[in-house]
């Protein structure tokens, strides 16, 4: 017998809203569907069964509406499911019953394949938030006037390993990078302009504790499907983006982030040596994010002017947002200072640095 449990409608629910909030009406049409047949107990019931179990914030956690909806867009991705992909963008919006009758059709039919799709958490690289990251990173260049050795935790794919060869336009507040560069990436932009200065990279690395091997074709078709299927500036940014991770081989390594951060940060002289992340530290158990801190902390006071240690994240809030913080830690001084409040997915930047 499934059920349909109150949390898990109430996710399908909130994510749907999400998706409307966050750019994407056609996901939210999908959701709609999806929650419609299994709320008459038909095959995404079933399909949800593993996260039956779970509270709000479990599902939440296991972010397992978006799982299905992942599926079905590989199926499209992949040239499967052609009467379905009739019904996805780029053609107009469908008919909500017509989407609802070919999704709940290939769920029956593929419901094996379905299933062991579900079984891993979706998986997301987004390149846009480099363009938060970006203003961090020049004021970071800007306050200490060294190189900078770069180190991403959770850096999925690792594409945004690369974030310096991106080519950026910030709004009315400039521009940076190189004009010519295959990733093109822009969105709004409030408040005074940033430091816009060159930045030097000495190092670049990354790791992940589940990797995405960006040259492995599943792996890849995986993560496009993660993006919402009307979102294609999304789709185009992350295929460029990853034509670009493959020809410079800038590829994450497999390491827990505790781990991987205890065996590699320090400061060192001459170069400002930087710990970043974005939208991974609430998926680390409070252990592990602890020890990081307390490296962080114990490491900042081995920094000196000149071989600082940098500390940049752009997280959420503790509380529920729409917005996330940009934050900035600089030893030798210490002190953590707000810079913005961005887009999640960086469509947007209010530029508000304190301090
Ligand atoms: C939502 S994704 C964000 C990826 C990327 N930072 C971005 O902004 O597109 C979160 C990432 O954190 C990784 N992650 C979760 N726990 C981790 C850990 N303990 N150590 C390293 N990476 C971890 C996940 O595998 C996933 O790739």
Redesign the pocket.
């Known amino acids: 017998m499934t059920s349909f449990t109150d949390a898990l409608d109430l996710a399908f629910t909130a994510q749907s809203r999400g998706c409307v909030i966050f750019g994407s009406p056609f996901s939210a049409l999908v959701l709609e569907a999806m929650q419609a047949d299994a709320r008459q107990g038909g095959v995404y019931a079933r399909l949800m069964q593993p996260f039956e179990d779970l509270d709000l914030d479990g599902v939440m956690q296991a972010a397992a509406p978006l799982r299905p909806l992942g599926w079905l867009h590989a199926l499209v991705l992949k040239g499967r499911a052609p009467r379905l992909a009739r019904l996805y963008p780029p053609n107009p919006a469908p008919d909500p019953e017509a989407l609802r009758a070919e999704i709940v059709r290939l769920a029956g039919d593929l419901y094996e394949e379905a299933e062991a799709f579900l079984t891993s958490p979706p ?4 390149v846009r ?1 480099t363009l938060c990251l970006l203003p961090g990173f020049t004021t970071i260049a800007a306050e200490t006037c060294l190189p900078l050795r770069t180190f991403e ?4 794919a690792g594409l ?1 390993l690369n974030w310096d060869r991106f080519h950026y336009r910030l709004g009315e507040a400039g521009q940076w990078g190189d004009p010519a560069s295959p990733v093109q990436i822009s969105g709004d932009w409030t408040g005074a302009p940033p430091p816009l200065g060159p930045v030097e990279i000495t190092t670049r690395r990354g ?4 990797p995405v091997d960006v040259r492995d074709t599943d792996q890849a078709l995986r993560l496009q499907a993660f993006i919402w299927a009307d979102q294609t500036e999304r789709m185009v940014r992350l295929r460029a983006a990853m034509a670009l991770a493959i020809d410079q081989s800038a590829l994450p390594e497999q390491a ?2 505790a781990d991987w951060v205890e065996a590699n940060l320090r400061p060192q002289k001459g170069v400002t040596t930087v710990l970043y ?4 530290w609430r ?2 158990p409070e252990a ?1 994010r602890a020890r990081i801190a307390a490296h962080m902390a114990k490491m900042g006071e081995a920094a000196a002017p000149d071989a600082p240690l940098a500390w940049l994240s752009m997280e959420p809030p503790p509380h529920m947002s729409t917005r996330m913080d940009l934050e900035l830690t600089l030893w030798p001084k210490g002190g953590l200072r707000r810079l913005a409040q961005v887009h999640p997915h960086g469509a947007a930047v209010d530029w508000s640095p304190e301090g």
């Open positions: 998986q997301t690289n987004e938030r935790i959770g850096a999925s945004n790791c992940d504790i589940a827990d982030a992340h974005s939208v991974m998926y680390m592990t």
